[in-house]
């Protein structure tokens, strides 16, 4: 999938296959593009799985609204390194 924008973020669900469990990892990158600078972290929810890539990608995408959300809203800081 590709970047959403989301609040002035870009925001990329992602997900991972666990053969051994039969299960979908969760995880997702926000991104800041400001001109010149571009930067990016990626997070991952290692305690959350999905049956289906679908649903992963699903709660990666919801994950990544409420990290930028809680960064905005809350001045939590955990995205403060993507500003330039």
Request: glycine share 8%; hydrophobic share 35%.
């Amino acid at each position: 999938m590709d970047f959403l924008e989301y609040r002035g973020y870009l925001v990329q669900p992602n997900s991972h296959f666990y053969p051994e469990m039969n299960k979908w990892g969760i995880g997702f990158t926000v991104a800041k593009n400001s001109g010149a600078h571009f930067s990016s972290t990626t997070f991952t929810l290692p305690d959350y799985f999905c049956d289906t890539e679908e649903d992963a990608l699903y709660h990666g995408l919801e994950a990544a609204k409420h990290r930028v959300n809680a960064h905005l809203d809350n001045a939590d800081g955990t995205l403060d390194a993507l500003e330039p």
